[in-house]
Structures are given as structure tokens and as C-alpha cells.
DNA sequence: GCCGTTTTCGGCCCGACTGTTTTCAGTCG
């Protein structure tokens, strides 16, 4: 279930937006929203702090710390309960359409009785919005095309999400069997994950299965049986748990892991050699005997194999890759030296710079670089002064960590022709610059082609930050010839980013493989705004191995020099 | 509701874009 400081800033989030909803004043709204924000970013555990204790997050104060210790003693906020029971949950789960905010919800509510995504789904085409103030032929189309892109992701969820629910599971059961891992397609690292595949080995899996039903995170037991039980959390995420016998780990787990396609592929092998794999193991057809099965290992290996990773498993060429013996050596998080995109307090990152260094320097990184906003993002209300008084409290901190280099950067705006904030002259004086596209996301092809390539020959430019500048399940990836773009990436030294940001996770893989041929090289990047957000990398150097790259190809796994050279900025 | 070398009130993330509007409201970053 998270820890407590994320159950409490969503309370305080799901109470903003019911705020805003019934038209609360934006500075209240706001207030709560930046309550939630910074809780959900705190280091220290709320559910162990005093009043006074609570009292030094940032944007809580005492009304906010007091709901907290409410909230603790009677598992209730009573004013969060007098908005639920005036605004339905579904009217608020509307405002998660893209174009569909908290006014035209509560309009669609109060004038239609609409409380549900699927309500008004049907309401538009039925023509019920006709006539609705506010509501012409393109916004019914905009909220539309809304809905189909969430549908679009179904009942999948990012990542992280996913990952939680695993590894709590995997946590509690482990003790209680010899082998225990998440497979799927979270083991193979997809963006979105449809359900939680849990495997694990024992010889009796009563015990297994009676634990994993009586998990706190359990909503609804589906499905009971003596090899799979499959249960729905509190969230509506579906897990299924299967126990195998101890010698059947390796098939099973290579089985359950797939894809579908990858294992196409491998049965035909085992075919061909007379042999027929299944998640009980690799058997000789004719005499129908148990060839192998313990490990993944050794099922790889009998097919004439080499383990071949997860995150490669998806018939896109790793088995051919495999049989000639050129499967690359994939990236890992121990690669990586250092982190090259990252905000501060002084923007819209929660942590004061001092903070961020000191979680940074905790990382074992060798360098790190803070990029808060430019003045472009003009809501960030950066200026040339704060930008150099940042880069005088940098220089010094790094006094203070004699293992870790600080570079001090910029995350720069790319406006709609394709400039950025500032002129060369005073980009040249950072020690990094990541640019990235933050608005105008619906131009042509060739517009924002011309654009984003603009960007990336400009020679203070050296990272460009996530950029298709999708959100997942929100807004779809910027139109654009992406090959024109890692051409000219690849031409002018711009280093392309992997936003590490589990609904971005931008460059996508296939976009990252396409990137390649370009003889591009990327950056894993956390794109932080709070010291916990360094430990989505994970998902980025996930996306990255998706994407084949290996250490060569990631820049930030380079010692600063290499990288310093390849840049130009040595 | 939070915050403060403006310190207990009066500000608070500002501006662009979109669609609808007939002069501007809603949404987004």
C-alpha cells in the first residue's frame, strides 16, 4: 500500500481536486495540492511525527499537520468526508480526462447528473450535451478522443504501480517458499502492466496460497486453486500466484515470463531438436522423459542458447540474436555513473539543492547534475540571477562532496520555432543544458520536425530531454520524423534523453532501437523532483535494456571525462 | 491554507493556447 506519506498526500490530493471542483478558492486548492506534493516527497515517515515534526514539511502548516494526526487517530479526515459525500468519486475521475477539467466536470455533473467516465462516454454521442454551455462540437470531440486514449491503456497501469504491488507480495511470500519472483510482463519492463504474475517454488503450496489470500493489499479473492490463486488489490490490480514444484522453477518461470511470441519462438526450437518445452519443463518427445528444468539457465541452454534477459523477450530479433551469439550486454543500473537531468526547490522540484546533492552523493554517483527550469516555463519564474546565485551555491556544495563532481545545468524550454531561453553567450557559462518541448505538443510533422531539430543543432544544447513528451495513458508522443531528428542528434553530439518518469519513460524502446541505427547515444535520466525520485532510473535503464542499448550507448554510464569530450564542453 | 529580512495580513506559479464566447473561461505546463 505505499508507505504512509504517499497514502496521506493522495487524501490531500483526491481533497484538492474535490475542492476545486465545488469551486474553492484556487489559492486553498493550490495549497493542498503543494501539501500533497511535498509530503509525497518528504524523507521522513509522517506516520511517525509529532505535531511539530509534521509541521517542518514545507507548505504544512498547522491545519494540514492537524488533519494528519486526525487522520491517524480515526483512519478520517471529516472535512475530506463532507466533500466526498457532496461530489461523487466518478465526477472527480473525470477531471482525469485530458481537456476535462475540474469546471466542466462539476457542469456535467450538476446540469446531466454525469458522475462516471463511462456515463458520459455514452452521453456525447447520444447527443445529451447539446446545447450545454460550454460545450461545442470540438470539445465533445477533444473529450472524446480524451477517453479513448485512457481506454487506450485499459486496465493496465504504469509500471511502479505494478512494481509496488510485486515486490510487497514477493516480500511476504519468500519466507515461505524456496524460490519467489515477479514474471510477466513486469519482469520483461513494459511501460504498462495488465496484471502482477507471481511464481513461486514449494513442495506444499497451502500455506503459500492461504498467505497470499489474507495480504493486507487484498480486495477479492477471484480464484482459489492448489497451483494459481488470482486476487484483485484494494486498487483493482489483478496478481496471480502459481507454485510450481522446486525442479520445475526454471521452465516456469521462462514460461510465465513470455511474451507470448518470445515462447512461439522457443517451443519451435525445442520442436525442431525433437524436444517440447511447457512451464513443467523441456521433455524429450519421444520418450517423453524430463529433459531439464530447474533454471532458466539450462532450458536456454538445451535449446542451444544463451539465457537470453527479460527485457529482450519479445520476438524482436534476440532469438536470432541468440543463436548467432551477438545478444548485446545490456545496460544496468550499477552502469550508471551519474544523473544528467534534475530539479531543485527553486523550480518545481520539492527538495532544496542542498538535499538533492547530499541523495545524490548517497547514490555513489560520480557526478550529478541540477537543471532546474530556464525562464521559458514562465510559471517557474526563474531569472538570470537566481540562476547564478544557484550556480555560486553549487560550486560551493561540491566543496562539501570531494567524490562527486556537480555540474550545474538547465532544463530549457523549446519554444515553437525551436529556440530556447537564453543565447549562446550564456548557455556556454553551464556546464549542461537539456532542452526539451513543454508546449504546443498538437504542431504538424514538419513543423515540429523542423522544430526539435532546430533545438538539437543548437550548440548549447547537449541533452534532449524526454522527447516525444508523451504522458502515458494522458498525451500521445509529439508527431514528428523521428528519423530526421536522431540524425541530426547523432550529427551534433546531442545526447537523447530516457526520461526515467514511470508515465513518461521517453525515448520509448522502439523508438530507442530506431535511434540506434542513427548511431545516437542516450542518457538515463531520473528527471527528479524529489530525492526518492532517483529510484525510478530502474525504470529507465528497463526501458533502455528494451531498447538493446548497452553501457557503450549510455552516456552517464561514461567516466565525466568521455562524457565531457563527446559533449564539447571539456 | 501557507508563508514571512514585506512577519500576523495580504499575497500566493504566470502566461499561452483552445474553443467558445461576442469579450473570456477553462485547461495546462
Redesign the pocket.
Given at each position: 500500500m505505499g508507505r504512509p506519506n504517499d497514502e496521506v498526500a493522495e487524501l490531500f490530493q483526491e481533497f484538492a481536486d474535490l475542492l476545486?471542483i465545488t469551486g474553492e478558492?484556487a489559492?486553498?486548492v493550490?495549497?493542498?495540492?503543494?501539501?500533497a506534493r511535498?509530503i509525497a516527497g518528504y524523507a521522513e515517515d509522517v506516520s511517525t511525527l509529532d505535531l511539530k515534526g509534521l509541521?517542518q514539511?514545507?507548505?504544512?502548516?498547522?491545519?494540514?499537520?492537524k488533519?494528519i494526526l486526525d487522520h491517524r487517530e480515526t483512519g478520517t479526515i471529516r472535512?475530506l468526508e463532507a466533500v466526498r459525500a457532496k461530489i461523487p468519486a466518478g465526477v472527480r475521475a473525470l477531471?482525469a480526462?485530458?481537456?476535462?477539467?475540474?469546471?466542466?466536470?462539476l457542469?456535467l455533473y450538476e446540469e446531466l447528473g454525469i458522475s462516471s467516465v463511462d456515463e458520459l462516454a455514452e452521453a456525447i454521442p447520444a447527443g445529451r450535451l447539446e446545447g450545454l454551455?460550454?460545450?461545442?462540437?470540438?470539445?465533445?470531440?477533444?473529450i472524446l478522443h480524451?477517453i479513448e486514449l485512457m481506454k487506450r491503456a485499459g486496465d493496465r497501469v504504469l509500471i511502479d504501480v505494478a512494481m509496488e504491488v510485486a515486490e510487497e507480495v514477493v516480500a511476504a511470500l519468500s519466507p515461505l517458499a524456496e524460490r519467489c519472483e515477479y514474471a510477466g510482463s513486469l519482469r520483461r519492463s513494459r511501460e504498462t502492466i495488465g496484471d502482477v504474475d507471481v511464481l513461486a517454488a514449494a513442495a506444499d503450496s497451502a500455506p503459500l496460497m492461504e498467505a497470499f489470500a489474507a495480504l493486507p493489499l487484498v480486495s477479492e479473492v477471484i480464484a482459489r486453486g492448489d497451483t494459481k490463486t488470482s486476487i484483485r488489490t484494494t486498487k483493482g490490480l489483478q496478481v496471480d500466484l502459481r507454485v510450481v514444484p522446486a525442479e520445475s522453477w526454471g521452465a516456469a518461470l521462462q514460461y510465465f515470463t513470455g511474451s507470448k511470441a518470445h515462447n512461439v519462438r522457443t517451443r519451435e526450437i525445442a520442436v525442431r531438436a525433437g524436444l517440447k518445452l511447457s512451464e513443467y519443463g523441456l521433455f524429450d518427445v519421444e520418450s517423453g522423459e524430463l529433459v531439464v528444468s530447474a533454471t532458466e539457465e539450462e532450458v536456454y541452454e538445451r535449446l542451444g542458447l544463451p539465457w537470453v534477459p527479460p527485457t529482450l523477450r519479445e520476438d524482436g530479433g534476440e532469438i536470432d540474436a541468440a543463436l548467432k551469439g551477438t545478444l548485446p550486454r545490456l545496460v544496468q543500473l550499477a552502469d550508471l555513473r551519474g544523473d544528467l537531468h534534475s530539479h531543485t526547490d527553486l523550480?518545481?522540484g520539492i527538495a532544496p539543492l542542498e538535499e538533492m546533492v547530499a541523495a545524490a552523493a548517497a547514490q555513489g554517483w560520480e557526478y550529478f547534475a541540477i537543471t532546474d527550469h530556464a525562464p521559458n516555463?514562465?510559471?517557474?519564474?526563474m531569472t538570470d540571477e537566481k540562476m547564478l546565485a544557484q550556480r555560486e551555491a553549487v560550486h560551493a556544495l561540491g566543496e562539501r562532496h570531494p567524490g562527486l563532481t556537480l555540474l550545474h545545468g538547465t532544463e530549457l524550454n523549446i519554444d515553437?520555432d525551436g529556440e530556447v531561453d537564453w543565447p549562446e553567450e550564456f548557455l556556454s557559462g553551464f556546464d549542461i543544458c537539456v532542452a526539451s518541448v513543454?508546449?504546443?505538443?498538437?504542431q504538424d510533422r514538419e513543423t515540429m520536425t523542423r522544430r526539435i531539430v532546430r533545438a538539437v543543432e543548437n550548440p548549447g544544447v547537449h541533452v534532449l530531454g524526454h522527447p516525444t513528451a508523451r504522458?502515458i495513458g494522458?498525451?500521445e508522443p509529439v508527431d514528428c520524423d523521428w528519423d530526421a531528428v536522431f540524425e541530426a542528434c547523432a550529427r551534433h553530439h546531442t545526447v537523447v534523453e530516457i526520461d526515467a518518469f514511470p508515465d513518461r519513460l521517453d525515448l520509448p524502446a522502439d523508438l530507442i532501437r530506431r535511434a540506434l541505427r542513427h548511431g545516437v547515444r542516450f542518457s538515463i535520466d531520473s528527471d527528479a523532483h524529489a530525492t526518492g525520485h532517483f529510484a525510478n532510473l530502474r525504470y529507465g535503464v528497463g526501458t533502455a535494456q528494451r531498447g538493446w542499448l548497452t553501457p557503450d550507448d549510455v552516456v552517464n554510464t561514461w567516466p565525466l571525462e568521455r562524457l565531457r569530450d563527446y559533449l564539447g564542453t571539456g
Open positions: 476545486s478558492a489559492y486553498k493550490r495549497a493542498y495540492e503543494k501539501a511535498s509541521r514539511i514545507p507548505n504544512v502548516g498547522e491545519a494540514i499537520a488533519k472535512q477531471t480526462i485530458p481537456t476535462l477539467g475540474p469546471k466542466k466536470a457542469v454551455k460550454g460545450f461545442g462540437a470540438k470539445t465533445e470531440e477533444n480524451g523550480t518545481d516555463l514562465f510559471m517557474q519564474r515553437a513543454h508546449s504546443l505538443f498538437t504522458l494522458r498525451r
